[in-house]
């Protein structure tokens, strides 16, 4: 017998299960033709499948976004009792467990629904990927006409928001924000409305079982209980001194058994708006789906006292603007280096499918390790905005573009803030010197204000920053090569 477990994104609790005690193939993927079927923007139509070998299985990929076993693309490889696999570099998890053994470790109603499994003839188990315990208004992609007469049953699961797929769109026309437009589109018609049926955060939903603590004495300025007092304990953590404060969140320096690490949450002006929740749990969703050293971890998402709060990994280094601002201008090659190293992480970003958008590249948001120096990018938290239905822009002026909270943005809100970046790093002036308004208020960067530099440096900056969209980049790779010539000249 072999039994499959869809676990959950960020708990990796276990939410749904399949066992399988006759078949000498397991098929798992978008089409209803599987036997496992995962409705999916990062899913392929046939992904995967478990094929038995004598008294052995192996893991046969299939998908073209690939699947990953420990981090590592695979082929083809044996499988191993309680291995788990990854549909895509940001798709859905899978445990595999093989023996009767793991029925018998299973909640009843899993153990019911893996039962079920042995029990499906053509008519596979749907699993829609969509919020838990809400009304399933993104629909699965269209299917073919031979599957017209599938009518399989669906169990709601939660996973992140950029893998759902909107209504009418297939996998291979994805949408292009990284969470879905109808998710935040309830969000902002419940504001809007004053309704009682905002969407009900995650951390409420059944499957979640994201951690609910109680604090002990906090006592910063923007948190519950607060005084002019030492800093002291939030749930596990204890909290040492804030590391800064935007329009939206606060973030602090912490502890937990002697660990440093970085405390995200909301500050009070926003910590009772209907969607603060559902805000932090986006950005945690989407943290916990990347693995690169060049952005910080996610260690830990729990609530205290009604507020959310994100533990990240404490990055030691220092930020480059700090640099620049200690330093003065870099060199030209010393400031392309810099933004080619920014370029590789949006590389990783932007070919996830949909691609995940960062929506703040600036030099506050660019960290360097010390003593390697190796580039770390922060500052996801603008997605926080968009789903508390912010219109100001978040950063500096001039450094994002219009579109950048807009949910139909594309990766070019991240290739723009390379330009007043790179400014920056070159001139040490703040980019609004660069920049003009636009439209009675909005600012747009102008490369024609720079002076003093190359025409060919000059139109790489006109290209990532103007407003007729087909000068644009097709894509971060090509900015970086048209950097990288610069440097060999």
């Not at 009304?135 to 006409?145: I, V």
């Not at 103007?466 to 048209?482: K, N, T």
Request: hydrophobic share 35%.
């Amino acid at each position: 017998m072999i039994t499959l477990l869809l676990l959950h994104p960020l708990k990796r609790n276990p939410v749904q299960s399949w066992s399988f005690e006759n078949e000498s193939v397991v098929r798992i993927g978008r089409s209803t033709d599987n036997h496992v079927i995962l409705y999916s923007a990062v899913v392929s139509r046939h992904h995967v499948e478990l094929r038995q070998s004598g008294t052995n299985w192996e893991i046969v990929n299939l998908g073209t976004n690939g699947t990953y076993l420990d981090g590592k693309r695979i082929t083809k490889v044996p499988v191993v009792d309680g291995a788990i696999i990854r549909l895509a570099r940001s798709g859905p998890n899978i445990q595999i467990r093989l023996g009767m053994e793991a029925l018998k470790e299973l909640p009843d109603h899993l153990a019911s629904d893996a039962l079920a499994g042995q029990r499906i003839d053509h008519h596979a188990t749907v699993t829609d990927i969509t919020d838990a315990g809400q009304p399933n208004l993104e629909q699965a992609p269209s299917q073919d006409a031979s599957d017209a007469d599938d009518d399989p049953p669906t169990g709601l699961i939660p996973v992140p928001p950029h893998l759902r797929i909107p209504k009418g769109e297939d996998a291979a026309n994805p949408p292009s924000s990284e969470f879905s437009t109808s998710a935040i589109a309830r969000a902002q018609m419940s504001q809007r409305s004053g309704l009682a049926s905002s969407p009900v955060p995650l951390a409420q939903q059944e499957n979640r079982r994201v951690s609910h603590r109680r604090s002990n004495r906090v006592t910063s300025p923007d948190l519950p209980g607060s005084s002019n007092a030492e800093l002291d304990v939030v749930g596990d953590y204890r909290v040492l001194e804030v590391l800064g404060q935007g329009d939206v969140g606060i973030t602090y320096l912490a502890e937990r058994k002697g660990e440093p690490l970085v405390l995200k949450t909301l500050n009070s002006d926003w910590i009772n708006h209907p969607n603060s929740k559902p805000a932090m749990e986006v950005e945690a969703e989407l943290l916990e789906q990347l693995s690169s050293p060049s952005i910080p971890k996610l260690l830990d998402f729990f609530v205290v006292d009604n507020r959310p709060y994100l533990a990240m990994e404490k990055i030691d280094g220092s930020l480059l603007s700090q640099q620049v601002k200690q330093t003065g201008s870099f060199p030209l090659k010393q400031a392309i280096a810099k933004v080619l190293k920014v370029c590789d992480i949006l590389s990783y970003l932007h070919h996830f499918v949909p691609p995940v958008l960062h929506r703040n590249i600036e030099a506050s948001n660019v960290m360097c390790r010390e003593p390697s120096d190796d580039v770390v990018l922060i500052g996801f938290g603008a997605v926080k905005s968009l789903v508390l239905g912010r219109k100001e822009a978040v950063g500096s002026h001039g450094c994002t573009p219009p579109e950048q909270l807009s949910v139909n943005a594309t990766p070019q809100v991240d290739l723009y803030g390379l330009a007043p970046m790179l400014a920056y790093l070159l001139t040490g002036k703040n980019p609004v010197t660069f920049c003009r308004r636009q439209d009675g208020e909005r600012y747009q960067f102008m490369a024609d204000a720079l002076t003093g530099f190359s025409n060919r440096l000059l139109t790489i900056i006109r290209r990532l920053t103007h407003a007729d969209h087909s000068y644009h980049y097709p894509s971060v790779e090509a900015v970086s090569d048209d950097l990288r010539a610069l440097l060999t000249t």
